[in-house]
């Protein structure tokens, strides 16, 4: 990566995309936030998603909305499906089908537009091991098709999917957004905040946050309903 | 393929596409149309999308709105881009970035709610051979991401990417669009058709309409403005 090169960045409002844009604003690039609207439960992602940029910073933010509910099968965006407070076995029904393929696409749509071939995104297989679309086999596939699906690639570009967090433990990631200056209380973990946008402390998002933060012995600024 | 299977096939409301969709009736599958609203110019094409899926036939019809014009680039969905009305050279300003990976992407997440395997796309590498996603490259590396991008593929399944079309000429695909009982006269394929659906009978999409129909040796039931 060249200093000052375009990259897309996308930010969801949760505490890894946060340190994700810090990381990639740390190397230097101009960072173009991108965040979906795809018809979740919490809403309330998109706002601390609008923080977030405003305090680490970008270039520009985008927010594209799109309906993921249509297709139904999760129980981020299906009203119907309950949001566990246990931990489960195997991919869990919070899994969003083909959510990150999607995320990518329209990254790369973006990074095409933009001439940039650096794009962001804050998976992590740790935490995240259940979900196909957070691990290292899926980032690579979707680098390859990249280079193919575009015009900027046909014409030999070679695009960069980073996935900075893919092999950090949560404690981890905190430590180094931490050092970068983020501030994790305008970020959103939770899978059902309520309206105020207070972490529900149950749910296995805000169950892996709470571990994270007392690993990583910094203070958790999160404000808990439970 | 085992009969009865459900099947996703995007369905824009052009020529290609519903002779996609035809073939894969024909094929026996049960059909889930999928058709994205993208912020294009040509917004009548989602009337044509749904005239077409209610004559050739489909278990479902759902239609995902997005604003792809947020990232500019095309003369598709950018208004201050001309749609140009001679031939050019290279890749042509009507490519929309990244479209048929986004296209394929929410395909993706539907066939897996719905646990179908089969996906149907109406891409063509002989008229648009300028557009890379429209290549057999690409229609292969967007298979491998589906298997590792999903919780159905990490669980032993594995997709099939269909692009029945993409060695046919225009003429080609109207012979077998035409034996399959399909009616062109409901399908659009003008780039800046008028308000009441006629078509510019100028753009490259026309062009390469008109001469299909002629080589095809079948009358061309189009309305032509010019």
């Not at 280079?147 to 996935?163: L, M, N, Q, S, Y």
């Not at 529900?200 to 808990?224: H, K, L, M, N, Q």
């Amino acid at each position: 990566m060249r200093p000052q090169a375009p990259a897309v960045v996308l930010v969801s409002g949760g505490l890894d995309s946060a340190t994700t844009l810090a990381i990639a604003r740390d190397a230097g690039l101009r960072c173009f936030a991108l965040s979906v609207a795809y018809g979740q439960r919490h809403e309330v992602e998109l706002d601390a998603a609008r923080r977030v940029v405003a305090a680490v910073g970008a270039e520009q933010h985008r927010i594209v909305s799109m309906d993921l509910s249509a297709f139904g099968g999760s129980a981020l965006t299906d009203p119907t499906i309950a949001v566990p407070e246990t931990e489960t076995e195997g991919i869990p029904v919070t899994y969003v089908p083909a959510r990150n393929t999607v995320f990518l696409s329209l990254a790369l749509a973006w990074a095409e537009t933009l001439d940039a071939r650096d794009i962001f995104i804050g998976v992590n297989a740790v935490d995240y091991s259940g979900y196909p679309d957070c691990r290292p086999a899926f980032i690579e596939a979707f680098r390859a098709l990249a280079d193919v699906a575009t015009r900027a690639g046909t014409e030999g570009a070679r695009f960069k999917i980073h996935a900075p967090l893919i092999e950090l433990t949560k404690a981890e990631i905190i430590i180094r957004g931490t050092a970068l200056g983020v501030d994790y209380g305008q970020t959103v973990s939770c899978y059902q905040p309520d309206r105020a946008g207070r972490a529900c402390g149950r749910c296995e998002s805000c169950r892996i946050r709470r571990a994270g933060f007392a690993a990583a012995g910094v203070p958790d600024p999160t404000s808990y309903a439970d």
